[in-house]
Every structure is written in structure tokens, then in C-alpha cells.
């Protein structure tokens, strides 16, 4: 048990990869907090852990509000007491969207959800965090290491993020704080559906999503989730400033 006594906040904790990550926390003996938007999608995803025996509990947010960021973290230390692991995960893309096709709520709404959420949620995390050592790990995506067609202010994003989490790793070493990056494909969840519907369907761009990885295939949330549980445990206890792709070797192109 990796996480035996230790505490987790997860953004975007309520679906896709968040909750897959979530669940293997939970698994591994951690206490999650859930942080995201909808309040249906959070008591779903409590009552699935706690009816497995596993402790969560949900705090409604948006990631880029810093008050919101601020009480996720107050609720976290006042219900369990200590604050170990974060998951920077919350996150949005909007498709088809070249800088000039990019509106400037889009390209505020990508930049804050995706990055500056990443800022508040660490401000006020690391000081906790700092108290008994510990781990971040932030959710960048394949398009913070190369580009993408239609996906720009994305790609501005999480490009961000892989840097952020370098200068992070570098200013918070000595406080035994870790911090490191995924990098993932294309994983099946709801962000990739709706990726997929305004491309013109999922039956038509899966396979098309698929043959983009050497793999020729479309990842699992929980192999991504198997990666973080990987840089927040301390199998990764020298780990710290990578950005570790979990792409089907699709990066390798
Ligand atoms: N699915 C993919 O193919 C893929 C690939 C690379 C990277 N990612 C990244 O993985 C992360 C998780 O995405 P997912 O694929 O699991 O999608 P998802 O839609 O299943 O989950 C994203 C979660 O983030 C929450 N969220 C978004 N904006 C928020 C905000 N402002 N405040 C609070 N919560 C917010 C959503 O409500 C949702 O719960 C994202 O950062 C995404 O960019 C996904």
C-alpha cells in the first residue's frame, strides 16, 4: 500500500483520468478530496469510493477561481488533518480553433483552467504539503511537447505546464516536494469524446485518434493513472522536474 496514510487532492477528480487516479489512490490507502464543478458528478464519484470502503469527499470548484482554489485546500487540511500528494488534472480544450479562429474567452478559458489553475492550486497547496514532504504531479499532455493542428491556446497551455513544472520542481526540492508532469495521448474520456464529436463523430475519428500512436490504439484512463501513482509514490523518490509521456509511443515520431 504506496499511499497508506496519506492525503490527495485531485482536480478534476470526478471523471476520466482524475477519478481513474483517484480510485488507485484509494486503493493504495490514500484519503482523496475531489475537487471539480459538478456537484451530481461529485457525490457519484464519492459514493463509488466510500461504498468500496475507501475515504473521499468532494469540494465543488472551478480551478480557476484562487478562492475556490484556497477553500479546496482549507477543506482538505480541516477534514484530514495533513496534505501529501497533488493532482494538477482539471482541465478543457477547445478544437478546431487556430489562433485567429480563437476567441479571447477560449483562449482565457483554456489558459486558466489549464495553467494558472495549476498556479493557485500549488500556491496554496505547498506550504501544507512542505509540513511532512510530498508530491505534485501535473497533467500536461503530448501538445506541451509538440504541436497539433487546431488546438492552439491547448498547446500554448501545456506547454506551460511542462515548464512550470520544471521551475517548481527546481524552487521546491529542498522543502521534499516532487514535482513532475504527465504527458498523455489520447485517453477515452468524456474531454476526448467531445474532442471527437466536434471533429465529426467518434466512430469516424477513433480509429483515426488511434492510428496517431505506434501502439494503434487510444489508452485506458487507469494507464495514466498508473503512471502518476507512479511520480506521487516513492517508487519515483529521485524523480522530480520530467515530463513523462504515457502516449503509445506517439511522442517518439
Ligand atoms: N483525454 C485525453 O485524450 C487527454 C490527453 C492528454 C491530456 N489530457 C489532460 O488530462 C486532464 C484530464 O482530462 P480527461 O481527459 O480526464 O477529461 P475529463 O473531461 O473526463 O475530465 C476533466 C475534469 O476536469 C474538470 N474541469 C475542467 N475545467 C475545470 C475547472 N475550471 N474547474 C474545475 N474542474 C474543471 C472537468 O469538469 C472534469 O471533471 C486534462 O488536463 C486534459 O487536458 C487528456
Known amino acids: 500500500m504506496r499511499f497508506d496514510g496519506k492525503v490527495a487532492i485531485l482536480t478534476g477528480g470526478t471523471s476520466g483520468i482524475g477519478l481513474a487516479t483517484a480510485q488507485l489512490f484509494v486503493e493504495e490507502g490514500a484519503s482523496v478530496v475531489l475537487m471539480a464543478r ?4 461529485g457525490r457519484d464519484a464519492v459514493e463509488q469510493i ?18 475556490d482554489c484556497q477553500h479546496c485546500v482549507t477543506v482538505a487540511i480541516e477534514t484530514y488533518g495533513r496534505l501529501d500528494i497533488l493532482f494538477n488534472n482539471a482541465g478543457v480544450i477547445y478544437v478546431n480553433r487556430n489562433l485567429v479562429d480563437t476567441s479571447e474567452e477560449e ?5 486558466n483552467s489549464n495553467l494558472k489553475s495549476i498556479f493557485w492550486m500549488s500556491k496554496y497547496a505547498i506550504p501544507h504539503i512542505a509540513k511532512n514532504g510530498g508530491s505534485i504531479i501535473n497533467n500536461a499532455s503530448i501538445f ?35 514535482v513532475n508532469c504527465v504527458c498523455p495521448g489520447s485517453v477515452d474520456t468524456p474531454l476526448l469524446e467531445n474532442e471527437m464529436n466536434d471533429l465529426g463523430g467518434v466512430e469516424v475519428q477513433f480509429p483515426k485518434f488511434a492510428s496517431r500512436h505506434p501502439m494503434n490504439r487510444i489508452a485506458a484512463p487507469e494507464e ?19 515530463a513523462l509521456p504515457v502516449d503509445g509511443g506517439r511522442s517518439a515520431w
Do not use: E
Open 107 to 111: 483562449w482565457d478559458a483554456t489558459l
Open 50 to 67: 466510500t461504498s468500496a470502503d475507501g475515504q473521499a469527499i468532494f469540494v465543488q470548484g472551478d480551478v480557476s477561481v484562487a478562492a
Open 144 to 178: 506541451g511537447l509538440v504541436g497539433g493542428g487546431g488546438v492552439a491556446a491547448y498547446c500554448a497551455a501545456k506547454g506551460g505546464v511542462i515548464n512550470l513544472t520544471r521551475a517548481m520542481a527546481i524552487d521546491h526540492a529542498t522543502q521534499k516536494i516532487r
Open 38 to 41: 459538478n456537484p451530481t458528478r
Open 224 to 242: 495514466i493513472a498508473r503512471a502518476v501513482a507512479y511520480l506521487a509514490s516513492d517508487d519515483a523518490s529521485f524523480v522530480t522536474g520530467v
